[in-house]
């Protein structure tokens, strides 16, 4: 099902765009379907949202770039944790929110690919990432429980850690904490409740971003289109 989302993605992409690649296993299938064009004659530059899609679009052979204050992203494809009905998102599972995130709000378009399974009536169930800087980290976790609470979600929230029992660090330097938010009744209030507390860089939540998300399904896509809002 990833892998006919990225299919129907790579029908939107053309000869000399260059194109924002995301991070996570159903871009990957993206990267992987995107170098095989490249070795059939397609030319196309790309910005990596992390080190790990960086390696996978090199060893692809898909030419990468430096953005600069000139550069221009006609398409960003990149996958999804959680969708729902309104095209809203959230993002970071793989913990490249960040990087994600500003790929995505200056592209020219953002598409989102995803199998059927992350098709949900309201986001919360999987785990809000929030990007935070290291310093007193533990005074900006609790002032997100705080933040979470005053939302009337539950304070439920974790430092991201590694299998071996370290702290997860993203390609950026920063943590990551989940809340286990479980019902997001108003995205964009939290959102904005969030960014306000010094400390936190960014959230996983893509709101009022994606110009379509292109859902894998087992008998073949399924395209939403968000409405004009």
């Given at each position: ?25 159903t871009a990957a299938h993206f990267i992987d379907l995107l170098g095989e064009a490249v070795r059939n004659g397609l030319s ?77 009536a309201e986001l919360g169930a999987f785990p809000l990432p929030v990007e935070i800087d290291r310093f007193a980290y533990g ?66 939540l893509f709101l009022r971003m994606a110009e379509r998300v292109i859902f894998g399904t087992a008998d073949g896509v399924e ?7």
């Amino acid at each position: 099902m990833k892998r006919r989302a990225a299919a129907e993605a790579m029908t939107l992409v053309a000869d000399g765009m260059t194109l924002g690649l995301g991070t996570g296993s159903t871009a990957a299938h993206f990267i992987d379907l995107l170098g095989e064009a490249v070795r059939n004659g397609l030319s196309v530059k790309g910005v990596p949202t992390s080190e790990d899609t960086s390696r996978r679009a090199e060893a692809a052979g898909v030419e990468l770039i430096e953005p600069d204050e000139t550069t221009v992203i006609d398409l960003a494809v990149d996958g999804a944790d959680e969708v729902d009905a309104r095209g809203d998102l959230i993002k970071g599972g793989g913990g490249a929110l960040l990087r994600e995130k500003i790929v995505a709000a200056v592209a020219k378009r953002f598409v989102v690919i995803a199998d059927a399974s992350k098709k949900v009536a309201e986001l919360g169930a999987f785990p809000l990432p929030v990007e935070i800087d290291r310093f007193a980290y533990g005074l900006t976790a609790r002032r997100i429980r705080e933040a979470l609470v005053a939302q009337g979600l539950p304070g439920d929230i974790a430092l991201r850690h590694r299998p071996d029992g370290a702290a997860f660090v993203t390609d950026g330097g920063n943590l990551v904490v989940d809340c286990r938010a479980r019902r997001i009744h108003e995205p964009a209030l939290l959102d904005g409740a969030l960014k306000s507390i010094p400390g936190v860089v960014e959230t996983g939540l893509f709101l009022r971003m994606a110009e379509r998300v292109i859902f894998g399904t087992a008998d073949g896509v399924e395209v939403l289109r968000p409405p004009a809002r």
